[in-house]
């Protein structure tokens, strides 16, 4: 079945940088894009940083864009969150997601678009 893992969360100070790695299995890894969303308590889930499939296409929420980079690698079935300039509002748990369609050309940004979750990694960034 499939399973996604995230890891790489912790305690950081603001201005810190931190990559969150998802490892992926039980799913053709390469045909699908992969999200990024989190989640803070009281709070609804959000999008952060989408890739297609081959990863020639990503987007990212505007509250995120140039702090946060997504990419992927097929060959070992992991996407990563790589978050620099840390801010305390980015605390979060953090959840990567895969699509519920393959070869989707554009990155999907919606929480619909995703069919398949991890547990979450939590962040939480210092003031």
């Known amino acids: 079945q499939v399973q996604l893992v995230e890891s790489g969360g912790g305690l950081v100070q603001t201005g810190a940088s931190v990559r969150l790695s998802c490892a992926a299995s039980g799913f053709h890894f390469d045909k699908y894009a992969m999200g990024w969303f989190r989640q803070a308590p009281g709070k609804e889930r959000e999008f952060i940083a989408a890739?297609?499939?081959?990863?020639?296409?990503?987007k990212y929420a505007d509250s995120v864009k140039d702090r946060f980079t997504i990419s992927r690698d097929n060959a070992g079935e992991k996407v990563y969150l790589q978050m620099n300039i840390l801010r305390p509002e980015d605390t979060s748990v953090y959840y990567c997601a895969a699509d519920r369609w393959v070869h989707r050309l554009t990155a999907p940004t919606s929480d619909r678009d995703f069919n398949s979750w991890g547990q979450g990694t939590q962040v939480t960034v210092s003031p």
């Open positions: 890739i297609n499939w081959n990863g020639d296409s990503t």
